[in-house]
C-alpha cells in the first residue's frame, strides 16, 4: 500500500514514513493510493473476529490492509498491547449503549483521559516507539489541541523512548479539567505551549513549522493530529466494531452521528463506508463553529477568524477551519490534487471561503457519500443532557448531547443510529452542572487533579518562537 497527497504529489511513500512525516512536503495531507474493498464474505469473517476474538484482533485484521512494511506479528502484537481492558476498561473496548430501540451511544471514552482520541493516541504511541526503535531515531512531536487530543497524546507519549511532545493549546479556552489533565503532568518528554489565540492559531503554527521542512527535517517534526493518516486509520476500527454491535447480519445498514470539529473522526467513517462498511448516513454534527454544517447544507466553506470563532460549552468543537475537511474534498473532487491544492491552498488564503455548490460533484455529499449535517446551541446540549439523563438515568458530555441532538433529527426506520461518544461528563463539569445542578462523577485517579502544580508556558501566537522553542529543547 501506497500513499499520495491530497495535494498532487504522488511520489509513493509508505505507510511508516507518512507516519512519522505528518504532512506531505507540498502541504496535502496523506491518504492511501485506493480504500481496500471488504466484500461480503470478509465482512463476515470480520464478524466473527470481533464477536470471538475482540476488538483488537478486528484492529488488526483492519490496519493490516493499509500497512505492509509492519511484519505481521509486529504489527498483531502492537495491537493487542494497545487494546486491552485494563487500558480501556471494558472486555468489549467500545461498547455500545442503548438509549432506545435502534438508537445508540457507542463508548468511546474510556481511555486513560476519558476522551475518545484514547482510541487512537494510544495506537499511535505504540506505533512511534516500535518504529523509532527500528530506525534507531527520535520524534519531536509538534500538536495542537482544543481540549482533549492534548491530553490524549501526552499520556499516550508520556515516558515514551526516543519521543518528546511539544504540545499547543488555546491559552484559558479548555474546560479547567482539560487544562489541569494536560498541565499537571510533569515528565520531562512533555511540552505544554498555551497560545494566545483560539484553537486554529495553534492548528496554524503547527502547518506552518510542518511547512518549513528544513526545521522539519532538522528537528524530526512529526505530528500527533488527525491530519496523521495513522491516528485517523485507528479510528476506522471501532465504525466497524459499532456495526457488527448493533446489526445481527451485514444485510443491515447503520447511520453514524458524529460530533465534529476538525473532520477527522467522521472521515474515519467516511474511509469505512468507501470500504464497503454498511453506512447509510454519516451525520455530520456541529456546535456553533458550524463551518461543516454550512457547507453541507450550501456548498460553501468558509472559515471564520478568530474573532468569529465562539468561545462554547462544547470547546473541543471551537474550531473554524476543519483540517481534515481536505481529504474528503480529495475524493468529492475525483481526487484532482491539483483543483484541491487550488482551493485549500490558494482559495482560502487569499478569500477565506470557496464555493462548491454549483459544481455537480457537491451533490454527490449526500448522494453517493451519504453526509448530511446539523447544529446543535448551548440551549440545546441543556435540553438534550438533561432528557437524556431523565429518561435514560445516563449522564453525556456536552459534544455527545450536540451528536444526540443532531441524530434525532436523522434517524430512520429499521435503521440503526449510533451516535459516536465523545468524552465523559467530568470533563465539562460547569455544564453538567448548569443542566443538572449536580456534579458529574470523577474518576477515583482523578480527585484534586486542578489543584495539581502545572507546567505549562504562555506564548503569544508566532510560529518562530515555537520553533525557538523546539530548538532550545533539542539543541
Given at each position: ?11 509513493p511513500r509508505k505507510f511508516c514514513d507518512i507516519l512519522l512525516e ?136 508520556r515516558g515514551k523512548k526516543g519521543i518528546r511532545v511539544f504540545m ?117 454534527a456541529t456546535n456553533e463553529n458550524d463551518v461543516l454544517d454550512e ?181
Amino acid at each position: 500500500m501506497n500513499y499520495l497527497s491530497t495535494r498532487g504529489d504522488a511520489t509513493p511513500r509508505k505507510f511508516c514514513d507518512i507516519l512519522l512525516e505528518g504532512l506531505a512536503p507540498d502541504g496535502g495531507l496523506y491518504l492511501p493510493e485506493g480504500y481496500p474493498q471488504i466484500d461480503a464474505a470478509t465482512l463476515a469473517v470480520w464478524r466473527r473476529v470481533h464477536d470471538e476474538q475482540g476488538y483488537a484482533a478486528l484492529a488488526f485484521e483492519i490496519l493490516s490492509l493499509y500497512i505492509d512494511d509492519i511484519p505481521a506479528d509486529d504489527l498483531k502484537a502492537i495491537c493487542a498491547k494497545t487494546y486491552t481492558p485494563e487500558v480501556f476498561g471494558n472486555k468489549v473496548i467500545v461498547p455500545l449503549k442503548q438509549l432506545q430501540d435502534g438508537f445508540y451511544l457507542e463508548a468511546l471514552s474510556n481511555g486513560p483521559t476519558l476522551a475518545f482520541k484514547d482510541m487512537a493516541m494510544q495506537l499511535l504511541g505504540n506505533l512511534f516507539e516500535y518504529e523509532l526503535a527500528r530506525r534507531g531515531q527520535q520524534l519531536n512531536i509538534l500538536g495542537a489541541t482544543s481540549g482533549d487530543t492534548g491530553s490524549a497524546a501526552e499520556y499516550a507519549m508520556r515516558g515514551k523512548k526516543g519521543i518528546r511532545v511539544f504540545m499547543l493549546s488555546p491559552h484559558g479556552r479548555m474546560s479547567a479539567f482539560q487544562q489541569a489533565q494536560m498541565f499537571s503532568l510533569q515528565d520531562e518528554n512533555i511540552h505544554n505551549i498555551a497560545i494566545e489565540g483560539v484553537f486554529d492559531d495553534c492548528q496554524d503554527i503547527v502547518k506552518a513549522v510542518s511547512n518549513d521542512l528544513a526545521f522539519k527535517r532538522q528537528y524530526n517534526i512529526g505530528t500527533v493530529n488527525s491530519i496523521n493518516w495513522a491516528r485517523l486509520l485507528a479510528q476506522v476500527v471501532y465504525y466497524f466494531a459499532g456495526y457488527f454491535q448493533a446489526t445481527a447480519s451485514n444485510a443491515e445498514t447503520v447511520s453514524f452521528t458524529v460530533p465534529s470539529g476538525n473532520f477527522g473522526n467522521v472521515c474515519a467513517g467516511h474511509v469505512a463506508r468507501m470500504m464497503g462498511l454498511p453506512i447509510r448516513q454519516l451525520v455530520v454534527a456541529t456546535n456553533e463553529n458550524d463551518v461543516l454544517d454550512e457547507f453541507f447544507r450550501t456548498g460553501v466553506y468558509r472559515v471564520r477568524a478568530a474573532a468569529d470563532t465562539h468561545e462554547t460549552s462544547s470547546p473541543s468543537m471551537d474550531i473554524s477551519k476543519a483540517s481534515n475537511f481536505e481529504r474528503f474534498v480529495f475524493d468529492l473532487l475525483g481526487r484532482d490534487g491539483a483543483r484541491v491544492k487550488a482551493l485549500f491552498g490558494e482559495s482560502l488564503a487569499k478569500a477565506g471561503s470557496f464555493d462548491l455548490s454549483g459544481d455537480e460533484a457537491f451533490k454527490q455529499a449526500a448522494s453517493r457519500y451519504g453526509f448530511v449535517s446539523g447544529k446543535s446551541t448551548h440551549a440545546d446540549r441543556l435540553v438534550t443532557i438533561r432528557r437524556v439523563f431523565k429518561e435514560h438515568g445516563l449522564m453525556i458530555d456536552t459534544h455527545t448531547a450536540d451528536g444526540v441532538k443532531v441524530a434525532s433529527e436523522y434517524v430512520q426506520p429499521g435503521v440503526p443510529m449510533i451516535v459516536l461518544e465523545t468524552a465523559l461528563p467530568i470533563k465539562f463539569a460547569a455544564t453538567i452542572v448548569e443542566a443538572l445542578g449536580r456534579e458529574p462523577d470523577r474518576p477515583a485517579k482523578f480527585e484534586g487533579i486542578e489543584a495539581l502544580p502545572r507546567r505549562v508556558q504562555v506564548m503569544s501566537a508566532d510560529a518562530g518562537a515555537v520553533q525557538s522553542l523546539i530548538a532550545a529543547h533539542c539543541g
